[in-house]
T-cell receptor, first 114, second 113 residues
Framework: NAGVTQTPKFRVLKTGQSMTLLCAQDMNHEYMYWYRQDPGMGLRLIHYSVGEGTTAKGEVPDGYNVSRLKKQNFLLGLESAAPSQTSVYFC?????????????FGPGTRLTVL | SQQGEEDPQALSIQEGENATMNCSYKTSINNLQWYRQNSGRGLVHLILIRSNEREKHSGRLRVTLDTSKKSSSLLITASRAADTASYFCATDAWDGSARQLTFGSGTQLTVLP
């Protein structure tokens, strides 16, 4: 099993450009998450999904959109990138969001917005 | 806002010494988890402790939880250079539709050979 994979690993955008980050998991997990990690800070939840076809907002959803058309994939979109979105983005998945939830993380995507 | 806050922010020790990191949180929890992040990598789950547990062991890791003080500690015994990483505590929280993990800002551990 590959676990959780993310595409691309690095990206540089100009302000106003758009892009989509792809997350894929092969563990048949129901829940998937997108986080961002800024220097000196922990992870902050952007959006999450509790199953195929569902999405919900996390702590910092503004400027991002997501889609979960297939159970194994969770896409994060930036419609008009801003320098404040320069960050490292992590995708994670879990079996459920129950009391003993453990999340499995991808390797991250380092995004720079100029 | 961060639910969990780790202390210290950075810790540097010699190989073979023990490393202790602390986590404080604000609201009631069902469980608390510790994760490790090597430089440039994703987070890896280390250990989970439930709210009705006080101590848990896994190899060289020992986690304690004091729900009355809303705090947890992670002890790494006989540290190795390979333990150099950032360590994050994560607490679960109910956001109205699902339980979510909220991460602290982490402790950067450096183990010197």
């Amino acid at each position: 099993n590959a676990g959780v994979t993310q595409t691309p690993k690095f990206r540089v955008l100009k302000t106003g450009q758009s892009m989509t980050l792809l997350c894929a998991q092969d563990m048949n997990h129901e829940y998937m998450y997108w986080y961002r990690q800024d220097p000196g800070m922990g992870l902050r939840l952007i959006h999450y999904s509790v199953g195929e076809g569902t999405t919900a907002k996390g702590e910092v959803p503004d400027g991002y959109n997501v889609s979960r058309l297939k159970k194994q994939n969770f896409l994060l979109g930036l419609e008009s990138a801003a320098p404040s979105q320069t960050s490292v983005y992590f995708c994670a998945s879990s079996v459920t969001s129950g009391r003993t939830d453990t999340q499995y993380f991808g390797p991250g995507t380092r995004l720079t917005v100029l | 806002s961060q639910q969990g806050e780790e202390d210290p922010q950075a810790l540097s020790i010699q190989e073979g010494e023990n490393a202790t990191m602390n986590c404080s949180y604000k609201t009631s929890i069902n469980n608390l988890q510790w994760y490790r992040q090597n430089s440039g990598r994703g987070l890896v789950h280390l250990i989970l402790i439930r709210s009705n547990e006080r101590e848990k062991h896994s190899g060289r890791l020992r986690v304690t939880l004091d729900t009355s003080k809303k705090s947890s500690s992670l002890l790494i015994t006989a540290s190795r250079a390979a333990d150099t990483a950032s360590y994050f505590c994560a607490t679960d929280a109910w956001d109205g539709s699902a339980r979510q993990l909220t991460f602290g800002s982490g402790t950067q551990l450096t183990v010197l050979p």
